[in-house]
DNA sequence: TTGAAAGCGGTACCAG
DNA sequence: CTGGTACCGCTTTCAA
């Protein structure tokens, strides 16, 4: 304790606060002092007072995933800034599991929870209603009258359709994932209005394989082909692209391709590298991050699903780069 | 507080942490109490007393990487049997970033940290030797006489060239990332020494393009043509996979084919999946924070680098899949 | 302007 | 066997 270093007992306490009024030298004094022999106020013993512990708690099922981690940094970017830290709670899919580590948290007396997932229409595996401390939900499904934040879908699907418009193709398709996602149907019809109500959208299930074989039954069923194809994921759209280059059409000369998540390992190794649409998973982490710390200060957040715009990145899979926005 | 609801004070703790002698009947009568008023002891004040906090610092670098991510699952999943949480740390590769995080570990009074990153021959860009806290590092360089966890290069590169001799394999050659990375010169080295020493190995990049490029030159320089092909890591092995496609090579009855890592979600999609090693990270990260655990709890640890034999997994791209061993 | 004392929520020791 | 009491490290109130 630097009371032994310093002269005086509580004081300390006043002057590294910056709390009740004291002579100006005497706080610098004890300031430098700390500062010198590196003295670090216990956040345990302070919590205890301030019901406080400058924690919160992060629950997610998405363990491999590419969707939580880049949240997961956000959160953490964004909340390391205000001396809160975040517990890591892998949780799977199991409800026990989860149930401990949620006892973990109050028991540590975390002054918030974020919980993330993989998709925005499943939730976790465990019931956070009604629990003492302030939830988030990001990129899961929270309980009616919960604070939500999702990417808008919508938003993507727009910008790569009218992109894909833009640059001057016509006969635009879109291959993407199970009609059981929400975002994959909020994804069609955002499409289908941007392309016309009869422009074909052919739901699969989320793989490169899929990709490859939804290139395989348009090139062979007859009819046009299409000159744009807006793709679900950065998987499907590479099953695309390769299986366009097996039928020796040139993408992006004869065709564009547009992914979604814009997965860099998988969107920049691609040949050629995806156009593709970017989630800002890691700004709708911070916002996740944010929101808690303002809940668990007892500000006031609006409640409901928030949606968080897109963005389009440019490559080299649809051709037209020289005309950016 | 129970005390209101119980008839006593202190004796409720006696009777929760099942510690000092007394009437059976009146600890079971405070226990089914507090298990129904759903009292939990606050973490905090406890960890006041006892100095430890029940937390550890899992500090990384790697954002997007496929490495960290089971590792870290490997860590939560050992330690919350142990009621120990653990703290997320992203510091990208910022000191500063990294000596904020730490600080902020320190205050909160960690019982240790764990030090993860994406490569073994690196370190974190922060210091952590000489922290009143145990260190341990998983798959990243520690200082000298630290504990530090990584799985074996060696062994798993024998496992992969073993196995392409033992279904019958005889020209094999290794392609795989750069010499200034530890991993691949080691796995060069074991490659050898099973292959032969004149077994070729090719070094390039962790890409895709790089797999890619390395079969165009092999087949482009005549002599006799590999019928085994190991592969530094998972992304290569599909490179390479798709080159052999394009020139008619067919995997795996022509060539056979193994990759690294056992990233499940490139390994799993390449046609044919990969035969791959899998580090076994989760096991990796389970160990780590066993270790951790175990060195807060003043048991010592040998020091150095211990490493974790890898395994391998067959899947289809080198046939021989009846032949398990 | 500074210091003494009371607690935050527990645990541990010791006298009843 | 049980309850009183001191104390963990810090903040805060209040008196000196």
């Not at 074989?213 to 348009?218: G, N, S, T």
Request: charged share 25%.
């Amino acid at each position: 304790m630097a009371r032994i270093a310093g002269v005086s007992v509580s004081t300390v306490s006043k002057a590294l606060n910056g709390n009740g009024r004291m002579a100006a030298d005497t706080r610098e004094r004890i300031k430098s002092l700390a500062a010198e022999i590196g003295f670090r106020p216990n956040a345990l013993a302070r919590g205890l007072l301030s019901n406080r512990s400058f924690t919160v708690g992060l629950l997610t099922n998405d363990t491999y995933g590419r969707f939580t981690l880049p949240v997961m940094a956000g959160i953490s970017e964004a909340l390391v800034d205000h001396g809160v830290s975040v517990f890591l709670c892998a949780i799977e899919d199991d409800p026990e599991l989860g149930k401990v580590h949620v006892d973990a948290m109050l028991d540590k007396q975390v002054d918030g929870i974020i919980a993330t997932g993989k998709r925005v229409d499943r939730s976790l595996p465990v019931d956070l209603a009604g629990l003492p401390v302030p939830v988030v939900y990001a990129f899961t499904e929270g309980e009616a009258g919960s604070v939500t934040l999702t990417a808008d879908d919508r938003h993507g699907a727009r910008l790569a359709t009218e992109w894909l418009q833009r640059i001057g193709r016509k006969r635009l398709v879109h291959i993407t994932g199970p009609r059981e996602f929400a975002s994959a149907v909020e994804r069609a019809e955002a499409f289908r209005e941007v392309a016309g109500s009869a422009a074909p959208v052919l739901h699969g299930v989320w793989s490169e394989a899929w990709g490859h074989a939804a290139v395989d039954r348009l090139w062979n069923e007859g009819g046009g082909k299409p000159d744009g194809i807006f793709c679900g994921n950065d998987q499907i759209a590479r099953g695309v692209v390769d299986a366009l280059r097996e039928r020796g059409a040139k993408v992006p000369e004869d065709v564009s391709v547009i992914g979604f998540d814009n997965w860099e390992i998988m969107a920049a190794q691609t040949r050629p590298p995806l156009t593709t649409v970017d989630m800002n998973l890691k700004e709708l982490g911070r916002e996740a991050g944010l929101m808690v710390l303002a809940l668990a200060e007892g500000r006031t957040v609006e409640p409901g699903l928030r949606k968080l715009p897109c963005k389009l990145v440019i490559r080299e899979s649809c051709g037209g780069g020289d005309r950016r926005d």
